[in-house]
C-alpha cells in the first residue's frame, strides 16, 4: 500500500489553509468594535434622556404658562362682570403683558393668543393678528408623549399646548402656545457635539488600550501557534520550558507533554500497520477495505485479483472507479454501503489482463449498532484454492449418506411416536364420553394433557418438515400470487387488531421455480411472526423485486418492538424462540425451505424501530 503520513491526512498536506486576518489584528478589531458598540450605546441613551428632559421640560413650562394665563383672564372677567368677555380680555393690560413676557422669557415659545371657539385671535402676542383666524396646529402632547425620544425629526416646525376654559358654563375660548421644534432642536446641538467629542476620544483611547494589550497578550500565543505548526509538520520537541508557571506556560507545558505522546503513539502505530500489512499479505484470501464514501482504505496482496491492480496503487482511489460499471462486485459493494445488505459466498467472474478468474466474494457493512455505515468490509476467494481432493470428496460423500440415513431414521421414529400421541387423544375423548359429569379438577386435567399431546404433535410435525430430503420437484410458479393470498388471509384476521397490511409486488416479476406449499408455509411464517412483532399495532409491507444476477427479492418489514443485536444470531437456531408459547422451529424452517431452494434469507433489525425480512430466490432451478 502507499505509504502515507498517518497523523496527517493526505488532502491537508497538499494545501494550506486560507490567509485570514492576524490574531492581533482581531484582537485590536475586537476590542475597537466593543468599544465602538459601547460608545454608541451610551450615546444614543444619553441623547434619548437629554431629548426627553428637553421635551418634558419644554412641556410642562408651556402648562404652565397657559394655567397663568388662564387664572389671570379668569381674574380679569371677574372683575368687570356683566360686559362683553371679548373686550374685557382684549383691553386687560394685564394680560396683555403676561402674554408678552411668557414669550419672552421662554425661547421655545413662538406666541401666544387666546382664541374663540371659531379660532379667531382675541388676544395675540402679535396684535396685527388679532381678529383673525388663527389655524390650530398639532398638539404638542400628542406629538411628543411623556415617554417620547429622538423624535425632533418631526415634519411640523410648530405645535401648540391648548387649554380651554369656560364663560358661565359654557365653552368660551382656548389659550394656545405656540412651541417652536427648530429652537428646541438648537437647545441640544451643543450636547451633540459634546457628545460626540467624548465619543471620538474613548474611541481613540480604546485603539491604544487594543495596541497595548495585543502586544503583551499575544507573544505566548504566538509560540504557541509556533508550536502547533512544528507539531503539524511531525516535529515533536516542541517549547523547551522547564514547567508551568502561568496559564500559557501550563498550556505550553501541555502540549510538549502531548507532543512526545503523539511522536510514541506514530511509532506504535507504524510498527502495528506494518505487522498488519505483512499478516494480511500472507493470507489467501484478498481483504479490501473501503469508506462510507466508496473509495479503498487497505487491500492486501491476494485482493489484487478483484481491483485488476497492485494493492499499493489503489489506497483513496474510489472504488467504483476500479471496478467499473459491469463488474460483478459493483452491485454488492454498493448495497452494503446504501443498504446494509450483506452478501456471503457469491460466485463471481472477474475478467483481468492474465484471463478470466472465478472468485467466491462476501461483502459486509461495517457499522456499530444504531449508528450510521462507516464503509464495508469485501472478502474474495480464488476457487482454486478451495479445490478438495478426491479422499476429501470420499469423505464428504460418506458424510452426506450418514447424514441422509439419520434423517430418514429420524423420519421413523417421529412417525412411531406420532401414532401413539393420536391414540392417547382418542382415549381422552373416550374417557370424556364415559365422564360425563366429572369433577373440575379432572377435567382441567384432560384439557391440558389434550393440549399438551397437540403441542407435541405440532412440534413432530414442524421438525418433520424441517429434516425434509432437499430432492424437491420444484415447478414454475408466481412468487406475487402466493404473497397477495398470504396478506388478504392474514388482514382479515389482524386488521382488527391494529394492523395495516402495504403489499407492493412487482407486476413484471418473473416466475420462480418452487415448491408452492413449502414456499407458502415459509412466507406466512414470517408475515405472522411480523404482526407478532407489534403487539400495540403497526404496519407489515411486502414487496417485490427482481434484482441484478437472476435473482428475486422478496421483503417483510414490520414495525415493532425489532431484534437485539445479540439475538439476530441466534434466530435460525432449532428451539429458540422468545415466544412464551412458541416452538422455536418456525424460522429455522423458513431458512430450511429457502436453502432447499438455493436462495438466502436476511434480517436487518433496529430495536424499536421494526425488522425487515429480505428473501432472494434465483430464477434458474439450482442456480
Known amino acids: 500500500m502507499a505509504r502515507t503520513n498517518p497523523g496527517l491526512p493526505q488532502a491537508e498536506a497538499q494545501t494550506s489553509p486560507p490567509r485570514t486576518l492576524s490574531l492581533r489584528t482581531r484582537e485590536i478589531l475586537a476590542v475597537t468594535v466593543l468599544t465602538l458598540c459601547v460608545i454608541v ?88 393678528r388679532e381678529g383673525e383666524r ?46 417652536a421644534v427648530p429652537l428646541i432642536r438648537n437647545q441640544l446641538n451643543d450636547v451633540l457635539w459634546q457628545t460626540l467629542a467624548l465619543a471620538a476620544i474613548a474611541l481613540a483611547a480604546a485603539l491604544l488600550v487594543a495596541l497595548a494589550l495585543s502586544t503583551v497578550t499575544l507573544q505566548p500565543i504566538r509560540q504557541l501557534a509556533e508550536d502547533m505548526e512544528r507539531l503539524r509538520r511531525g516535529e515533536f520537541d516542541v517549547s523547551s520550558r522547564a514547567g508551568p508557571t502561568d496559564e500559557f506556560g501550563k498550556l505550553a507545558y501541555q502540549l510538549q507533554l502531548l507532543g512526545k505522546q503523539i511522536q510514541s503513539d506514530r511509532r506504535q502505530l507504524l510498527t502495528e500497520r506494518t505487522q498488519i500489512q505483512t499478516a494480511v499479505d500472507h493470507l489467501e484470501d484478498g481483504v479490501i477495505f473501503c469508506g462510507a464514501d466508496g473509495r479503498i482504505l487497505f487491500a492486501n496482496r491476494a485482493g489484487e485479483a478483484a481491483l485488476g491492480r497492485p494493492a499499493p496503487e489503489v489506497a483513496g482511489e474510489p472504488l467504483d472507479d476500479l471496478l467499473g460499471a459491469d463488474h460483478p462486485l459493483r452491485p454488492m459493494v454498493r448495497r452494503a454501503l446504501e443498504e446494509g445488505a450483506a452478501s456471503r459466498n457469491v460466485m463471481v467472474e472477474v475478467r483481468t489482463e492474465a484471463g478470466a478468474v472465478e472468485l467466491l466474494a462476501s461483502v459486509f457493512p461495517i457499522a456499530e449498532a444504531g449508528a450510521a455505515r462507516e464503509g464495508a468490509i469485501l472478502v474474495t476467494r480464488d476457487l482454486k484454492s478451495v479445490s478438495v481432493s478426491a479422499r476429501t470428496f470420499q469423505s464428504l460423500i460418506q458424510y452426506s449418506a450418514q447424514l441422509a440415513a439419520l434423517g430418514q431414521l429420524t423420519s421413523e421414529v417421529t412417525h412411531d411416536i406420532k401414532n401413539p400421541l393420536h391414540a392417547t387423544i382418542v382415549h381422552i375423548a373416550f374417557l370424556r364420553e364415559r365422564l360425563p359429569n366429572r369433577p373440575p379438577d379432572i377435567a382441567r386435567s384432560l384439557d391440558i394433557i389434550e393440549a399438551e399431546i397437540k403441542r407435541a404433535d405440532q412440534v413432530l410435525n414442524r421438525f418433520l418438515e424441517a429434516v425434509r430430503p432437499s430432492d424437491l420437484p420444484l415447478r414454475p410458479l408466481s412468487l406475487n400470487v402466493i404473497l397477495r393470498e398470504i396478506a388478504t388471509l392474514l388482514q382479515t384476521e389482524w386488521q382488527p387488531k391494529g394492523i395495516a397490511f402495504t403489499v407492493t409486488l412487482d407486476e413484471g416479476l418473473p416466475r420462480v421455480p418452487g415448491d408452492e406449499e413449502l414456499l407458502r408455509r415459509a412466507f406466512m411464517n414470517l408475515i405472522v411472526n411480523a404482526c407478532q412483532a407489534m403487539p400495540e399495532g403497526g404496519r407489515v409491507t411486502v414487496t417485490t423485486a427482481t434484482d441484478e444476477g437472476g435473482v428475486i427479492r422478496a421483503t417483510v418489514t414490520d414495525t415493532g418492538t425489532g431484534i437485539p443485536p445479540e439475538n439476530l444470531e441466534r434466530i435460525f437456531k432449532m428451539y429458540y424462540t422468545t415466544k412464551t408459547d412458541g416452538t422455536g422451529i418456525g424460522l429455522a424452517l423458513v431458512r430450511r425451505v429457502v436453502e432447499l431452494h438455493h436462495g438466502s434469507v436476511e434480517f436487518l433489525s433496529t430495536v424499536g424501530r421494526g425488522t425487515t425480512v429480505i428473501v432472494r430466490l434465483p430464477l434458474e432451478e439450482g442456480a
Not at 421640560?57 to 362682570?81: C, D, G, K, N
Not at 413676557?101 to 396684535?127: C, F, K, M, N
Not at 425629526?153 to 375660548?173: C, I, N, R, T
Open 41 to 128: 450605546l451610551t450615546t444614543v441613551m444619553h441623547l434619548y434622556h437629554t431629548q426627553r428632559i428637553v421635551l418634558n421640560a419644554t412641556r410642562s413650562q408651556a402648562e404652565f404658562v397657559a394655567r397663568q394665563i388662564y387664572f389671570q383672564s379668569a381674574h380679569a372677567l371677574s372683575r368687570q362682570p356683566g360686559k362683553d368677555s371679548r373686550a374685557v380680555l382684549a383691553r386687560d393690560a394685564e394680560l396683555r403683558a403676561l402674554l408678552d413676557a411668557s414669550v419672552g422669557y421662554d425661547p421655545s415659545l413662538l406666541y401666544a393668543l387666546i382664541a374663540d371657539e371659531q379660532g379667531v385671535a382675541i388676544v395675540h402676542t402679535d396684535r396685527r
Open 134 to 179: 388663527v389655524p390650530p396646529q398639532p398638539g404638542f402632547r400628542d406629538a411628543f408623549p411623556a415617554r417620547s425620544g429622538l423624535a425632533l425629526s418631526a415634519e411640523s416646525q410648530v405645535y401648540e399646548v391648548a387649554l380651554p376654559f369656560d364663560v358661565g358654563g359654557k365653552p368660551f375660548a382656548a389659550i394656545r402656545l405656540g412651541i
